[in-house]
């Protein structure tokens, strides 16, 4: 228990904005400045604004998945970190549901709080915006799985790793796209449980998955 | 220090297609040490990787009772953090006291962020983890590279009062490491 918990203030340490210099606040600048972006691409129409704002808002959020994905494993398979744990037997499971823990931390309350600005951006109105920020938070837990699960699969991968990883992340993502941001046009609580089951499943998974890749690249 | 041995009986590594070595067997008990030598490329890497239970021999088996250390030529320490982060980050997961910073030199380095080591002190940090660890078995892959011969001794010194110890260490080197007691093992002559 004491090793997660080391693992864990760690992992905290190298991913939350701010650590590690700048590059760990890129991800919730990217979300921020997608917002900003969209009414000008699309022009001053408030009905059409309001209409499409809280859509984006889910895309700028999976965007912002994406872009620490390179990020949570290579360096420490890179560095010999996995097999150190890997001797003194801590589990290559325990090691990535701890850094599935730190990797939310690391960007979905923070991309919570910044759709309060973003929201003001693109025009919704309050009732979307409750949608919208608990779609977010049934739905980021599961983005966050499968960054985790798609970092892990291609953490061997020299060079084109990064850009594949984002890649692959997208087409696992369209369901929780789905009834996360389809929640907006129905309105219904529906959307937002399938969303928060969708997200379990995928939470529930990720520890397992990405522990064998991690394996499978560790023996290969 | 608790009870120890190590074994392996009849193994075989394989790297894509090429078979690097088979029929190997070997069985360590406490005070007891080994080298591995042999040519650049030869497998004594893959065979630590092995004893180690990193990787899955071709076949055969690896028998080991007590806890195992490895060090390599990666020393497994955050690179933007200061040294003495670094070290207190492996102390927190193996409990106890900080080992050996003075004899190793390091205790002037603890404020130094990891990247700006030199090869020879990263090597001392990561002897210095090791010891942290408090394994009975030692698995060291090239542990004299890059270091100067001050540094040598040291190390040659903490292997011998290991063993003495009741420890097992495995040295996989090119280099001459003085140990009266260490036998040599040459992969040369268990290549397929």
Redesign the interface.
Known sequence: M??AL??L??DLG?LLPGA??GGTLLPLLFFLAVAMLYPFAIGPNPTLLAGTGGGVIWVAALLAAILPLDRLFAPDL????F??W?????SEELVVAVRLIAHWLSFGPFVMLAALPASALVGIDGETLRVVELGLLAGTPGLAAIGIIIAAVTVSLRGGGAALAGLLVIPLAVPLLIFGAGALSTGGEGGLALTAAISLVLVAMAPFAGGAAIRAS??G | MEECRISATNLACRRGDRLLFAGLSLALGPGEALQLVGANGIGKSSLMRILAGLARPYSGEVGRQGSLALLDERPALDEHQPLGRALDFWRSIDGGEAAGLERLGLEALLDVPVRYLSTGQRKRAALARLLGQRAPIWLLDEPLNGLDTHAIALVETLVAEHLAEGGIAIIASHQTFALPTLTRLALSEHVA
């Open positions: 004491s090793a080391a693992l203030r760690r190298r590690q210099g890179e560095a010999g970190m097999d150190q890997a001797l003194r037997g801590l560790r023996e």
